[in-house]
């Protein structure tokens, strides 16, 4: 079974402050891997999509890497702004026999103070 | 604009009712997908369906109820069966593909028990 845990739970920064949330997962036959963002009682937003071949996406100042080997993803977050205050979810798919569907860590709570 | 709607955003379900959540898509997406949200957890897979007339269980399958009659719309059903059903449900849906995974998400509908 493919378990998927984010650290740290909750993160308080300074804005302008760059800052990576983590991410691992115990299978590493995976297909891919997504970081998503949450806002308070809203759905999911597609942040990254990187894909098992793939090392590393960019987004404006979002960057996230993988490394399937070790069963890591980071997402890295630079000069933080107080807009980027929400849940960031990864979530891998495939891996643990579950080919067909993504496995969610719960989340990491970001919080950018002015 | 292409999207995921859900109605309703919010609904209250009483003892022994069945109630009904609204998922509906213009992105013309093959796969349509049911989690669920509980507080500090990662989201839960219910059901899935990856064509027309065909869907799965998830992982938490055990009572609640889908159909998929139509491309566009994939209902989902929480019956009087579920026990616990309070929660923030999530609809998503995904391109053609092998490994399709979800990446649009609708904002959900939150349920709760009067």
């Known amino acids: 079974k493919q378990e998927v845990t984010q650290i740290p739970a909750a993160l308080s920064v300074p804005e302008g402050e760059n800052l990576v949330l983590n991410c691992s997962f115990t299978?590493?036959?995976?297909?891919?891997l997504q970081w998503f963002r949450q806002d308070p009682g809203k759905g999911l937003t597609s942040l990254l999509l990187i894909q098992s071949s793939q090392r590393e996406q960019t987004s404006g100042r979002l960057n996230a890497s993988l490394d399937k080997s070790s069963g890591r993803s980071t997402l890295y977050i630079a000069a933080s702004q107080p807009g980027d205050s929400a849940t960031y979810l990864c979530?891998?798919?495939?891996?643990?026999?579950?080919?067909?569907?993504?496995?969610f860590g719960k989340g990491t709570l970001l919080t950018v103070n002015p | 604009d292409g999207g995921i709607t859900q109605s309703p955003k919010y609904l209250f379900r009483k003892e022994g009712q069945n109630v009904t959540l609204s998922c509906e898509q213009n992105l013309n997406h093959d796969a349509m997908y049911w989690y669920r949200q509980d507080p500090g957890q990662g989201l839960r897979l219910i059901y899935y369906s990856q064509i027309v007339n065909d869907f799965q269980k998830g992982d938490i399958a055990e009572g609640y109820s889908v159909s998929r009659e139509k491309k566009e719309s994939f209902p989902l059903t929480v019956t009087s069966a579920q026990k616990n059903p309070t929660a923030f449900y999530l609809c998503?849906?995904?391109?053609?593909?092998?490994?399709?995974?979800?990446?649009?998400f609708g904002d959900g509908t939150r349920l709760s028990i009067l």
């Open positions: 979530a891998v798919g495939g891996g643990g026999g579950s080919n067909y569907k993504l496995t």
């Open positions: 299978d590493s036959a995976i297909y891919n």
């Open positions: 998503a849906s995904a391109s053609e593909g092998i490994r399709q995974q979800p990446q649009h």
